[in-house]
């Protein structure tokens, strides 16, 4: 009876050695896991949220970020360059891993661009450059080729006769100079083409209204407007509208926000250049996802434009 007894007691402690010993294995297994990937952080600060255009840029890139399992932190310049730079100093004490910049001021956002250098920071730029500064890659459309295009599609809605008036942006910025300079560059081709009136209005709805119902009052005849983005666009129409010159008038603007394609639709806008703001922003989150795995990105990335008018006004694709 002893003997099975001591026997019994010898199975017991060594069973319970073993459960030790897999209880252990088990705890340095858990211990020594491998932590969980560190969640790539991007800063994106915008020039302004008041506007389709860059709402939707915001949106291509909240919608990519999310696919990617990337953190966003967007600000809102809103269109003020002391406020960006505001912005960009905040968005580098979180430590981003990339700093995207759409500039509201290509030349004030060079201390920003060099806020982040500093900071060891990666940072590029999109729509609009930086003049200054050392940036990655800029992303963004041929501004000198959208103008030109639209410039041909006036004169051709023209039949190369006629007064024009151009309703400039923000001239601070490339996007606004090279925009006219391409539309200018097309206008030049025809003499019987006269631009009867050329005034900024800060890539504003509000402001082009103001400054078209100006020029409407002082030239009785009008029969073209090349505005150099669509919200310029959409307050030249309002004022054309009031001024029942609406028919009288082809008009044409810039990136194909949802206001230009349905008043292409409705026969009131001649055409407009499809620069998707959604897939600029898209575009953006993809770079920064390719920069944090240290993957070589083009210095300048270049995404196309389309004329956007009645005949293809239904198959243009601005979205998902």
Known sequence: MKRKLSALMVGILSLSVVLVGCGAQTSDKTSSATPPAKKVKVGLSMNTLNNPFFVAVKEGAEAEAKAAGIELVVTDAQNNPGQQLSDVENLIQQKPDILILDP?????????????????????????????????????????????????????????????????????????????????????KYPDIKIVAKQTANFDRGQALNVMENILQANPVIDGVYAANDEMAMGALAAMDSSGRTSKIKLIGCDAIDPAIAAIKAGKMAATIAEPPYFLGKEAIKTAEKISKGEKVEKTVILGSTLVTKDNVDTVKTRD
């Open 104 to 188: 509201a001021d290509s030349d004030a956002i060079a201390e920003g661009v060099k806020k982040a250098n500093t900071a060891k920071i990666p940072v590029f730029t999109i729509d609009r450059q930086a003049n200054g500064g050392e940036v990655l890659t800029h992303i963004g459309f041929d501004a000198i080729k959208s103008g030109t295009i639209a410039g041909e599609a006036l004169a051709k809605a023209l039949n190369g006769k006629g007064n024009v008036v151009e309703i400039q942006g923000i001239m601070g910025t490339n996007v606004a100079q090279d925009r006219s300079k391409g539309f200018n560059l097309a206008m030049a």
